[in-house]
């Protein structure tokens, strides 16, 4: 029984949310950015890096210190973590190099300031694998995590399961906001992400089997999913957000970047309770 409760819940945590992120974005973006007080792109980059970086620095980073870890170990898993998206991402780059190149080089100047070239029209960004490899590792520790709760108590599991699939509906509005810019196909983004939401359950199957023996790496797996995190806010998703715009476009990318935080640190400090 709890072998199946878990693996439904995994599987519901895990591709549910990544469906509801995508049926999020659909609506918000038909909205159309033309008329006033609509959600365009520019307001999802903002969700997304605000509700990664939270993700990182109040939920994932926190937890992986409450254990029984040493933070010096754990600091450098963080700065091996970063390294080694920052080289993933120089790898993608540099193999989708000419395109890249060719798809810069083809759009014109639609202003004045160079600053701006690339911006309004973005060339297709890397980041891909990077935000694919942290959340397939985080959704992992995402399973280990419900398996756990559901190893001591059924009703626990469905609300840390409830949790998990509010927890990762921001996040992976951001990993599709990723995917997008680099691939450009929407469904092909969507089909990536999912199957990365289908380690949940896979983590759940392992947690319910080996819990015991995996704890102890577990603050490891969330310190990995961080420097993804990490990485694809700053080095991403905030770059696009920097060009100049009008107060009220400012304050809007402003709002929109503390909804993503206020958003993943609320549902986190109730997972954290519930748990």
């Known amino acids: 029984m709890t ?12 591709i549910g949310s990544v469906w509801l992120a995508a049926l999020l974005m659909r609506l918000g973006l038909q909205a159309g ?9 520019q307001h999802l980059l903002s969700l997304a890096a605000g509700a990664l970086l939270a993700t990182a620095f109040m939920n994932l980073l926190p937890e992986a210190f409450e254990s029984p870890a040493g933070a010096k170990e754990l600091f450098a898993t963080l700065l091996v973590g970063v390294v080694f998206f920052f080289l993933l991402d120089k790898a993608e780059l ?4 000419h395109e890249h190149h060719h798809d810069h080089h083809g759009q014109g100047h639609d202003h004045d300031q160079g600053h701006e070239h690339g911006h309004a ?3 297709a960004r890397t980041g891909g694998w990077a935000v694919l ?3 397939s590792v985080h959704c992992f520790g995402d399973g280990i995590l419900i398996a756990s709760a559901f190893v001591a108590d059924l009703r626990l599991g469905l609300v840390a399961a409830l949790a998990v699939l509010a927890h990762e509906v921001p996040h992976h509005m951001g990993d599709l906001v990723v995917l997008r810019q680099s691939s450009r196909n929407s469904r092909a983004a969507l089909v990536k992400v999912s199957l990365a939401g289908t380690t949940t359950a896979l983590g759940g199957l392992v947690g319910v089997f080996l819990v015991g023996q995996l704890h102890d790496y577990l603050p490891y797996f969330l310190v990995v999913a961080s420097s993804s995190f990490i990485y694809v806010a700053l080095a991403d998703l905030i770059p696009q ?4 715009l009008s107060a009220r476009e400012t304050a809007a990318q402003i709002v929109w970047l503390l ?3 206020v958003l993943v640190s609320l549902v986190g400090g109730l997972a954290h309770h519930g748990h």
């Open 133 to 135: 490899t942290g959340d």
């Open 94 to 97: 540099w193999h989708h190099g």
């Open 33 to 41: 950015p033309a008329r006033p007080g609509a959600i365009g792109p």
């Open 3 to 14: 072998l199946i409760a878990t693996l439904l819940a995994t599987l519901a945590a895990g």
């Open 259 to 261: 909804v993503g935080i």
């Open 121 to 123: 029209h973005p060339p």
């Open 241 to 244: 957000l920097q060009k100049r």
